[in-house]
């Protein structure tokens, strides 16, 4: 990475901080789905702890060894520990899409980007040093949810339960493995999309059915992986970075000026 | 070195009719090269090719020696580029777009601020330079597309339409600044233009381009032997004797060509000594813009007669 790439980079993650309008949209959804929903999911436990008939029949079908003694904590960790890294495959996927569609259609649509590529970068280096500041920018909001999260939600179990419950080893993998390749993934398709696409708009609506049958697929199955061994988490975790992987390296292969400024 | 050697340079899109063909050229270094035409003759195509932007079909070019479909960049690192689709981010100020596009060509920050800030007193953008690109009016804009282009002092600049939106003032402000860059800077400037007055004032050679096909290439005198290399005179009298071709054109006026100064003062005595009273004489090389008429006119006779 030289300098004129990380000037590239640093002027991309500008751009998305100084546009009030995409920031909101990128901050706002991930806040909603990592601390506004556990805490009403904590809150709702500590105060209608009556009815537990539905809870009990779903922690009864769990592996014995997350069954906890404690009822209310069982469900806390259930949410916890299975339920809300699913938001975290979401999350980065909507970050990336946002940013990914805004540095590169969104120069093609403001007339800026014939000018980049008048700069001595080969395109290689431009589209990697975008690639790049989509991917910080994925990971900036993921990281920040994760950390919010954590804090509140613990600040909330602490007083409502009285003790902390600390997220399991599974976060490991789904942070710094699984989120980062599905983030990749949503990037790359919106690069290889961008060639087509005019308008941001147009690019992000193209990114969202792409994308869709992912949340789909992968979040409805997600929470019973995370329950079955950390080892098959960890093996799709890989199994996405390849394919981010191989995804990125195609696109590559398949730029040029010509394609890009048409 | 040649700054731009072009040979049969052809680009057709795909399956259309050709946008360039079987143009051929060469710039020396220090030269300002007006490519003139109407829109859609192919300068922009020319521009495009001559930076690696696209590839020929047929032919080839180098930039100082450089091949720009093999090494773009390192070409574009020589080159400055000003085209009507090579906007400024809106979202920043005059001088961070600037301090950007400097960096981008690595340049070290404090440089490119001392640069840009250079830049911008020359070409009067001083007191515009905190506002965002947005508040720009669109003369604004094209001077700082100049100033962008010349950030990184490139040894070859490629200006397309620079002074289309410029009221006549800034205008001739760019035009000094090309002209001053290519005698004291020996930079060579590739100028694309539809206006052929502005291009004679500024340029040191041309090529004079239509539907892709260049029609001629050299200096104004070189244009000028094709044509017609003489004077035209133009006589206000109230009578022409006869025995010489005048041809009448309006009221008192008359029109005749000649070869050489010398042939001027035998036609005004025999105006007088034939009892006429001269008005008014003027004498005219052909102009640019009457060259390019006459090469268009006799392409579409060349045409007619296939």
């Known amino acids: 990475m030289n300098t004129m790439q990380s000037a590239l980079i640093k002027k991309d993650l500008r751009g998305i901080t100084a546009n009030k309008q995409l920031l909101v949209a990128m901050i706002s959804v991930p806040i909603v789905l990592t601390v506004v929903v556990p805490s009403i999911f904590i809150m709702l436990i500590h105060f209608m702890p009556n009815d537990f008939s539905d809870f009990d029949a779903m922690l009864r079908m769990l592996p014995i060894d997350i069954q906890l003694d404690n009822m209310n904590t069982a469900i806390i960790s259930l949410l916890l520990n299975n339920i809300m890294p699913v938001f975290f495959i979401i999350i980065p996927i909507m970050a990336a899409s946002i940013m990914a569609a805004s540095s590169f259609v969104g120069e093609k649509e403001k007339r800026t980007l014939e000018t980049l590529l008048y700069c001595p970068l080969s395109l290689k280096q431009i589209f990697r040093a975008k690639i790049l500041s989509s991917f910080i920018m994925s990971e900036l909001v993921s990281i920040l949810s994760f950390t919010i999260m954590t804090l509140v939600t613990q600040i909330e179990i602490f007083l409502t339960t009285g003790s902390l419950l600390l997220p399991n080893i599974s976060w490991l993998v789904v942070l710094l493995l699984l989120s980062p390749a599905v983030s990749l993934i949503a990037i790359t398709l919106i690069v290889r999309g961008s060639a087509r696409a005019q308008t941001m708009e147009e690019s992000q609506q193209r990114s969202a059915l792409l994308v869709l049958p992912v949340i789909f697929l992968v979040a409805g199955q997600f929470m019973g992986i995370i329950l079955i061994n950390i080892w098959i988490l960890l093996g799709l975790g890989a199994l996405l970075a390849l394919i981010a992987w191989i995804l990125m390296n195609g696109s590559f292969q398949k730029i040029s000026y010509e394609s890009m400024l048409r | ?306």
């Open chain 2, 1 to 306: 070195m040649k700054a731009i050697v072009a040979e049969r340079l052809t680009k057709i899109y795909s399956g259309e009719k050709k946008a360039l063909d079987n143009a051929s050229f060469e710039l020396s270094q220090g030269e300002v090269f007006g490519f003139l035409g109407p829109n859609g003759a192919g300068k922009t195509t020319a521009v495009k090719l001559l930076n690696g932007m696209i590839s020929p079909s047929e032919g080839s070019c180098h930039v100082f020696g450089i091949d720009p479909s093999s090494s773009p960049e390192k070409v574009h690192a020589i080159s400055g580029v000003v085209t009507e689709h090579a906007q400024m981010y809106g979202n920043l100020t005059g001088q961070e777009n600037l301090v950007f596009y400097g960096t981008l060509f690595g340049i070290p920050k404090e440089e490119s601020l001392k640069r840009a800030l250079a830049l911008l007193e020359r070409l009067d953008l001083t007191v515009a330079k905190d506002k965002k690109l947005t508040t720009y009016s669109t003369g604004m804009r094209q001077r700082l597309s100049l100033a962008r282009a010349m950030i990184h002092t490139p040894k070859i600049l490629f200006l397309d339409e620079p002074t289309s939106g410029l009221d006549p003032e800034s205008a001739q402000s760019v035009n000094n600044m090309i002209k001053e860059l290519a005698s004291d800077k020996g930079t060579t400037v590739f100028l694309c233009t539809h206006q052929l007055r502005y291009a004679q004032e500024v340029c040191s050679s041309y090529g004079l381009i239509d539907d892709g096909t260049l029609l001629a290439v050299g200096s104004l005198d070189a244009l000028r032997c094709r044509i017609f290399s003489g004077l035209k005179v133009h006589i206000k009298s109230n009578r022409f004797p006869e025995g010489i071709s005048f041809r009448k054109t309006e009221g008192q006026w008359a029109e005749i060509n000649v070869q050489t100064e010398d042939e001027i003062p035998p036609i005004v005595k025999r105006i007088v000594d034939a009892g006429g009273n001269v008005y008014e004489v003027m004498a005219n090389r052909l102009s640019l813009e009457e060259i390019y008429f006459s090469l268009i006119e006799k392409r579409k006779e060349q045409k007619e007669v296939r």
